[in-house]
């Protein structure tokens, strides 16, 4: 037996060590994913400086074509094993930029025993370890088992994994339908030695998910895209993932192909004994791959039928199913799955690259009504997010929405994008319902179609039908931070300020750097009187990055304050930086919500109403209307906008 020295690293009452891939706190060991681990140990390594975004995705996701996404979940991953308060903070964002690592690290040496014995090559046994315990295993999904770390009768310490979506869980509460089974697709793998055919083993997985969402959506639940793509290169075991997303099943697969041929392998995994149910593997043409998803899904959702009842009742129908309505070339299909996996990056730069992919496609075939629809999501909420002008930007999702529909009835997509459309730029409440109840028709699995109708249902005060789609939506797509967030908003409009505040606080416990959900703190603070918690909030992300919306807000809350001179401060800050902006008349409207100039609120309101802004599809409910509301000019535009 001879000694090996190891390099430790101690930071507070931590202590990391790099070879047995363990952190410490005091005596206790800790859990943490491996990726979190390589994402702690490449930022303690670099401690004192800015390690980028792009540092860290190509160092703990080498080869792999990852959205920036899975970083961010990691971070927060990383922060919850460090049990990171606001008081106490390890990790700096950087905006723009990356991450830093802010306590001061002490790097020490380790010395343990290494058995020379036949046949076993330097294995590591700690001072502290007196005898040998039963080998322990780490499942990877419910099929990888760690080999490196499986040595003849040598203990072998292998980390558990947690996430930190059981707190968020607790604190919601679950929303259930206790008669339907429910099912996650797993991020589908990408085989193909190639990290730039990610957005083609990711579209599968969404593919996939649409599939089996449309064969029995009253008594199979299908979860959404944005919760599975946090498995994304997971080590979750499948057992953590059905508690985090409250479902009976997973399907996990791969994908292989060349410039011909595809081969899918999937396999149906039972939670509650990790059984396999079902696997299958697939080589067909890729012209075939539209039928070849329709199969898998039937398939799947027979294995699940006659699991539960002993019958396949989907089997007698396979014959018979209506054929896809899909491209007529594999090339034009390709282009759609490179526009969804951007548009899904939901990025002022993803919108515009989504848009590109989505018109080449309609370009290699004019009749494919899905490209059309997917064109439509795109330019939608470009304008929704003032991320250009909406007299430009709803015209054009107007007609791909119009061309979608008239070459196939059956998207939900596109009558979920009309449905917006009529919305928030014609203000015709009746006809958005209308198309927001077909989308549902069609695609009740559909999550976003939820969201956004719970959305439409409180802009009219209709809280107890909102609370009930927002169900739905989180059900279908619980770890989605955005419906999460509108779970939130539509607290804040039914005046439930506090319950709006601890809704957010579980979001940023989801992931502590969500804008979004911060964002939304402001008014709730607001509105309860809390003018010295709104304030600190924004300056602590001025400090970070001085948006203009940030100075909007402040002109509000100051203004409300009775803070005279920092309101004008505010303002005039707003001026210099608000500049030509889509979204600078909502901004300006904003700030004078707060600022005790009546006239000039009001004179913002209408012309956003001239401009057709969706900035006033929220005037019946939002509080920060209320010192206007007994206006005639605010009533008339109460009846123009059809609210009234």
């Known amino acids: 037996m001879s000694s090996l020295t190891i390099n430790l690293y101690e930071f507070d009452e931590f202590r990391l060590d790099p070879q047995n891939r363990v952190l410490r706190r005091g005596g206790t060991t800790l859990s943490i994913t491996p990726k979190a681990f390589d994402v702690l140990l490449l930022l303690i390594q670099n401690a004192g400086r800015i390690v980028t975004k792009d540092e860290l995705i190509k160092a703990v996701w080498p080869n792999s074509f990852v959205e920036e996404s899975n970083l961010t979940q990691t971070i927060f991953m990383v922060r919850k094993a460090l049990d990171e308060t606001a008081g106490r903070r390890y990790i700096l964002t950087v905006q723009g930029q990356g991450y830093r690592f802010l306590v001061p690290v002490t790097e020490t040496a380790n010395c343990v025993a290494v ?96 599939q089996l969402g449309d064969l029995n959506p009253s008594h199979l639940g299908v979860i959404a895209r944005t919760s599975v793509m946090h498995y994304k290169h997971s080590q979750e075991s499948i057992v953590q993932i059905g508690k985090d997303l409250g479902v009976q099943y997973v399907i996990e697969g791969s994908v292989r192909r060349d410039s011909e041929r595809v081969r899918i392998t ?142 196939d009835e059956s998207l939900a997509e596109a009558h979920a994008s009309l449905a917006l459309i009529k919305e928030n730029y014609d203000y015709d409440w009746p006809d958005a319902e209308k198309e927001f109840r077909r989308a549902i028709q069609l695609n009740p699995q559909y999550a976003t179609a939820h969201q956004w109708y719970a959305e439409f249902l409180s802009w009219q005060g209709r809280f107890e039908e909102a609370f009930a789609e927002s169900g739905q939506a989180r059900q279908l797509d619980p770890l989605s931070l955005i419906i999460i967030s509108d779970y939130a908003s539509i607290l804040y409009r039914s005046r439930q300020y506090d319950s709006a505040l601890k809704q957010c606080q579980s979001v940023l416990e989801l992931d502590p750097n969500y804008v979004h959900a911060q964002v ?61 902006r889509a979204d600078r008349n909502a901004m300006w409207l904003q700030a004078y919500s707060g600022a005790g100039q009546k006239e000039r609120f009001i004179e913002l309101l209408q012309k956003a109403y001239a401009e057709r802004s969706n900035a006033v599809v929220q005037i019946k409910v939002d509080p920060m209307y209320d010192p206007i509301r007994s206006d005639p000019r605010f009533e008339d535009l109460l009846r123009r906008v059809g609210l009234k």
């Open 115 to 210: 058995i020379d014995a036949p046949g076993i090559d330097g294995l590591v046994v700690p001072p502290s370890v007196g005898s040998v315990p039963e080998i322990q295993s780490h499942p990877r999904r419910a099929r990888h088992w760690r080999s490196a770390f499986i040595a003849s009768g040598v203990v072998a310490l292998v980390l558990g994994v947690t996430f930190a979506v059981w707190i968020w869980r607790s604190r919601r509460g679950a929303v259930e339908q206790p008669h339907r089974t429910m099912l996650a697709v797993l991020p589908f793998e990408n085989f193909t030695g190639d990290a730039g055919q990610e957005y083609f083993s990711d579209g599968l997985t969404e593919e996939m998910i649409s």
């Open 266 to 407: 999937a396999q149906l995994i039972q939670i509650k004994d990790q059984s396999h149910v079902w696997a299958r593997e697939y080589d067909r043409d890729l012209g075939h791959l539209l039928e070849l998803q329709s199969e898998v899904a039937r398939e799947v959702a027979n294995e699940i039928e006659f699991s539960l009842s002993g019958r396949r009742p989907i089997e007698a129908e396979r014959n018979s199913a209506a054929p896809v309505l899909g491209a007529k070339s594999y090339e034009a299909y390709d282009l759609y799955l490179k526009g969804r996996y951007f548009w899904n990056k939901r990025t002022a730069e993803g919108f515009r690259q989504a848009a590109d992919y989505f018109q080449q496609a309609i370009d290699k075939d004019p009749n494919y009504g899905r490209a059309y629809a997917g064109l439509a999501d795109t330019f939608s909420l470009m304008s929704t997010w003032y991320m250009g002008p909406q007299n430009e930007l709803m015209p054009k999702a107007r007609t791909a929405a119009l061309r979608a529909l008239e070459l």
């Open 520 to 580: 939304l703190m402001i008014p709730s603070f607001l509105q309860l009187g809390r003018y010295d918690e709104a304030v600190d909030l924004i300056n602590r992300w001025t400090a970070r990055d001085e948006a203009p919306w940030m100075w909007a807000w402040k002109a509000a809350v100051y203004g409300r304050w009775g803070h005279a001179e920092e309101a004008r401060q505010a303002l005039a800050k707003l001026k210099q930086v608000s500049g030509s």
